[in-house]
């Protein structure tokens, strides 16, 4: 998470630079700073509780090469594919979605999913289809891990609160995606790591225009 520090490096740099300057007149006690500050630099690389190895690679890789390195790339460029000009992607567990070349609705954290709260909110799978429907979307995406994890409570910390989330509405929403999933989409076969689907009503709304019941 080291993008947070990014604002920070500048402080950093000044107060560094508050500290050192007085040193320059003294070589020997800059040189033993120096050391110092490098040793404590490898210790922390080496005994941090979560290691990484330094990607040096960067500066000899081709940008194509390090572009797919980017998480969802894969997705993405399926989604670029598959999705028709001025459709959107609807996507469930999943918000990293920087190179799709398509707009979105995307929920803004794993653990409190936003599309899925608009699916309790509308209550009804078809409701909530023709909803999304109506503003566009053509595809949804779903990611199995994060939506695993949600429906089985298997954060690394609890999601039911008997004031706020009780157990009764994990499993309610768990029936409730389901019947979206089973009822209103059709799903499309790939080999990556992300269920992607269809929404069978925005196919409909493109053959026949939007339902306007009668009254």
Not at 114 to 122: D, N, Q, Y
Not at 188 to 195: F, L, T
Request: glycine share 6%; net charge neutral.
């Amino acid at each position: 998470q080291s993008r947070y520090l990014v604002a920070f490096v500048p402080v950093m740099i000044v107060t560094a630079g508050v500290a050192l300057v007085p040193l320059r007149r003294f070589r020997g006690a800059l040189a033993s700073v120096t050391i110092a500050v490098v040793a404590f630099a490898l210790a922390q690389i080496r005994l941090q509780p979560y290691p990484a190895e330094p990607l040096l690679s960067v500066f000899t890789a081709s940008r194509d090469e390090l572009l797919t390195r980017n998480l969802c790339w894969d997705l993405t460029a399926f989604l670029n594919g598959v999705v028709p000009p001025g459709g959107r992607v609807l996507s469930f567990w999943e918000n990293r979605l920087y190179f799709l070349d398509r707009p979105f609705i995307a929920d803004s954290a794993y653990g409190a999913p936003t599309v899925l709260a608009g699916l309790r909110e509308a209550g009804d799978a078809h409701a909530f289809a023709a909803k999304s429907a109506a503003e566009g979307v053509t595809h949804v995406v779903v990611n199995p891990y994060f939506y695993t994890a949600y429906m089985e409570n298997t954060f690394l910390y609890n999601l039911v609160d008997e004031r706020f989330y009780p157990e009764t509405r994990l499993k309610a929403d768990n029936e409730l995606f389901g019947r979206f999933v089973n009822e209103e989409l059709e799903e499309i076969p790939w080999d990556g790591g992300w269920a992607v689907f269809r929404l069978r009503l925005s196919d409909r709304m493109r053959r026949e225009g939007p339902f306007i019941p009668q009254r």
